[in-house]
Nanobody
Framework: QVQLVESGGGSVQAGGSLELSCAAS????????MAWFRQVPGKEREGVGH??????RRYADSVKGRFTISRDGAKLTYLQMNSLKPEDTAMYYC?????????????????????WGQGTQVTVSS
């Protein structure tokens, strides 16, 4: 099973930028669906963005135009976060699930992903 390790979190002032990385233990580009989530205490895990089977990116409305997902090879996925706001403060998680034949990675429902990293904290101060 794939193992995921996030890095790159930290503290930043509002308006600043951070880039999160997710390193996978095996090739993921066509075998796994990949997504980024975030969670604050007391709230459900929220989908931030994901990459579909054809390479398209989809984002939550709250981050559109500010966050960008990219890939570097078959094992690294990034989340570039610009114009950060205090409400972006959360634990950020990289997630994956192994694709079946007709799974084109079109969703970012937390319950449909079964491999998770340990998370990396992002704190944005005003």
């Amino acid at each position: 099973q794939v193992q995921l390790v996030e890095s790159g979190g930290g503290s930043v002032q509002a308006g600043g930028s951070l880039e999160l990385s997710c390193a996978a233990s095996e090739f993921t580009s066509s075998t796994y669906c990949m997504a980024w989530f975030r969670q604050v205490p007391g709230k459900e895990r929220e989908g931030v963005g994901h990459i579909d089977f054809y390479g398209g990116r989809r984002y939550a409305d709250s981050v559109k135009g500010r966050f960008t997902i990219s890939r570097d090879g078959a094992k690294l996925t990034y989340l570039q976060m610009n114009s950060l706001k205090p409400e972006d403060t959360a634990m950020y998680y990289c997630a994956a699930r192994k694709r079946s034949t007709y799974d084109f990675c079109t969703d970012m429902y937390a319950r449909s992903y079964n491999y998770w990293g340990q998370g990396t904290q992002v704190t944005v101060s005003s």
